[in-house]
């Protein structure tokens, strides 16, 4: 069982750096990430599913108990409101909801990759949004990279 709990923190650990690495790349490349980019949704967001937030949304909450300095307060809300969304569709059947909706299977998998359905479920794109650009921030912070996400990072070593 250690072993597994092991691999599990591995391969989130291997992911999140993959995740940062893509963003800091993509920043160092094209300049500022602006929100909503469609290869950053295809690449990642729409990918990820509900087991693979929890797993990152856990693994940065141990971040924040070792040194909360490495989160700001934006990283923190971020991080409050994917795992209070990832909760909540647990816990009021949001999941169900989706499907009798006729939902697609990734989005019943993905909370945090929902679109808006009108007045029953609110769109949970902007939550995933910004856990995944805190991921990024939070990761350069643990490992002192000065690369801010600003078209002045443009060209810019790590």
Known sequence: MLERMQNDTNKYLDLWYEITNYLNKKIQTTGEIQINQVDIW??????????DWENLCEMVYK????????????????LVDAMQKLDDAQ????????????ASKRHINNVLDIPSTGKKIQSTKGTAWKMLMSLREIWNNVCDINLPNKDSSKGKGI
């Open 42 to 51: 295809q690449k990642y967001l729409h990918k990820l599913s509900d087991k």
């Open 63 to 78: 971040v924040l108990q070792q040194d909360e300095s490495m989160l700001e307060k934006f990283h923190k809300d971020a």
């Open 91 to 102: 816990l009021h059947g949001i999941k169900e909801q989706l499907n009798n909706l006729g």
